[in-house]
Nanobody, 126 residues
Framework: QVDLVESGGGLVQAGDSLKLSCATS????????MAWFRQAPGKEREFVAA??????????YYSDSVKGRFTISRDVSKNTVYLQMDSLKPEDTALYYC?????????????????WGQGTQVTVSS
């Protein structure tokens, strides 16, 4: 069992930045593929970004809607994954979830992730 706790959400204006954090209880944090998803009211859960170790380095993967604006990273010493969100838009408004899976390549499918946090709300006003 891996526990995930997100933080850092809030209400901001369009163009502002936010940094989300996801603290994990994973013992071998480096071995886990980590991802961020989001879900807006009335919409399906949407992939945002992922990071997984491949050939001894962490690879990242982004949805087209956030590429160039969001950055996923991890601090192995803190067992924490981050999502830096810049140039926020009103359409980024959603509940943001952290997810984890044991090993494997980056994937954008929610069903591939076994562990989920409770989510942190991000609201971007125009």
């Amino acid at each position: 069992q891996v526990d995930l706790v997100e933080s850092g959400g809030g209400l901001v204006q369009a163009g502002d930045s936010l940094k989300l954090s996801c603290a994990t209880s994973a013992r071998t944090f480096s071995a886990y593929a980590m991802a961020w998803f989001r879900q807006a009211p009335g919409k399906e859960r949407e992939f945002v970004a992922a990071t997984a170790i491949r050939w001894s380095t962490f690879k990242t993967y982004y949805s087209d809607s956030v590429k160039g604006r969001f950055t996923i990273s991890r601090d192995v010493s803190k067992n924490t994954v981050y999502l830096q969100m810049d140039s926020l838009k009103p359409e980024d408004t959603a509940l943001y979830y952290c997810a984890a899976r044991t090993g494997g390549a980056n994937t954008d499918r929610p069903d591939d992730y076994a562990y989920w946090g409770q989510g942190t709300q991000v609201t971007v006003s125009s």
